[in-house]
């Protein structure tokens, strides 16, 4: 009789060993790249739905915006409404598997997002060929942004901004929520899990959130390997924090609630030591999602100036960029109190974490 639970035991261990993450890539190219009005076609003809907000007068410069894990395009309404007041066009398409994109909810590998923003990259380049070209990355965004970066995979752009960008590697992580990980992933992929009763708090805007939860696009419950897909995603956005280079703006949340305090410093450690145009902005008012928190518009308005000038100084405090940067940190109280608590210089010889004020 003893055989018999033994035996269902082993069972049970082969079929879940059977089990592995469902990722859907995108297919091989069957055409040319294609940008609308209204969608970006890929080489493998999946569409990818766009939004843009133009200025009144001719734009200054291009945004190319992607959105968080979960999210999509609509995400960039404010900022992008803000931007164009500012004389700056934005452009923001569905990610693949999210919003309107084909496979909604399906992760679609580093590789399928990585590529989707090559081709956008040269897309927007293609029809904007002399204004600067800003690629901005959100969260999940911000990891796609740097994974490109790593692989080489990025056309030449003017700068890039990351906006808590998610890079909770596994290096970061405790062992037993990678082991965790790993099993769930290849023995109940398909389980589906929400992240609403976890306490986090993503935002101070409540109305927004409220907004996010009637939204249909936006996922609610996620598949198991997708969180692994993400985090297969964000191993790779770590892995690529040395390849940073250029005109590079950061910026986090002092009440950041998704991303834990040690990613963030490791992140910081992990950046390139010869780069001297990376700059981090940290906001006493910010949380994760920091285009859409209730006092946004002190983050917009210092990405209007960094695209204006990425040596000017950021309107929410009043130190000037170090053009030495022999200085790693120094205390600014912010204009209006709630703005930059910290403008990280990093030293070029040896970039490290500071503790904050």
């Known amino acids: ?54 200025p009144d007068g001719p734009p200054k410069a291009v945004i190319l915006a992607l959105h968080g894990f979960n999210d999509y395009s609509e995400a960039f309404e404010t900022p992008g409404r803000y931007f164009a007041k500012h004389g700056i066009l934005t452009y923001a398409y569905d990610q693949r598997s999210f919003g309107d994109a084909p496979h909604h909810g399906i992760w679609p590998g580093t590789e399928g997002l990585v590529g989707d923003l090559r081709t956008a990259t040269e897309l927007v380049r293609r029809r904007h060929p002399h204004l600067p070209l800003i690629v901005l990355g959100e969260s999940m965004g911000g990891a796609v942004v740097m994974a490109a970066l790593g692989q080489h995979a990025l056309p030449k752009v003017d700068g890039i901004v990351l906006v808590s960008p998610a890079i909770w590697s596994r290096e970061v992580m405790p062992a037993w929520q990678r082991t965790a990980l790993n099993i769930a992933a290849h023995s109940i992929p398909a389980m589906q899990f929400t992240g609403g009763d976890l306490g986090k708090i993503p935002s101070d805007n409540i109305a927004m959130l409220r907004k996010l939860s009637r939204d249909k696009k936006v996922i609610k419950w996620t598949r198991v390997d997708a969180i692994y897909g993400l985090v297969n995603l964000m191993d790779a956005a770590y892995d690529a924090a040395p390849a940073l280079h250029g005109n590079v703006l950061i910026l986090f949340g002092d009440k950041e609630d998704i991303l834990p305090e040690t990613a963030m410093a490791k992140f910081e450690q992990h950046l390139p030591s010869g780069s001297c145009g990376i700059r981090l902005a940290t906001y006493k008012s910010g949380f994760h999602m920091l285009l859409r928190d209730l006092k946004a518009k002190i983050v917009l308005r210092d990405i209007v100036t960094w695209v204006g000038n990425a040596q000017a100084a950021l309107p929410s405090g009043s130190e000037q960029p170090l053009t030495s940067y022999a200085l790693a940190e120094r205390t600014v109280p912010g204009k209006e109190g709630d703005g930059a608590m910290t403008l990280h210089a990093l030293n070029c010889r040896s970039p490290q974490r500071h503790a904050r004020p």
């Open 1 to 54: 009789m003893r055989a018999f639970p033994l035996a269902a035991l082993l069972l049970s261990l082969f079929l879940a060993s059977a089990c592995t993450p469902r990722m859907i890539a995108p297919g091989p190219a069957v055409q040319t790249p294609l940008m609308t009005a209204d969608h970006l076609q890929m080489t493998d003809g999946a569409i990818l739905p766009l939004r843009s907000w133009h």
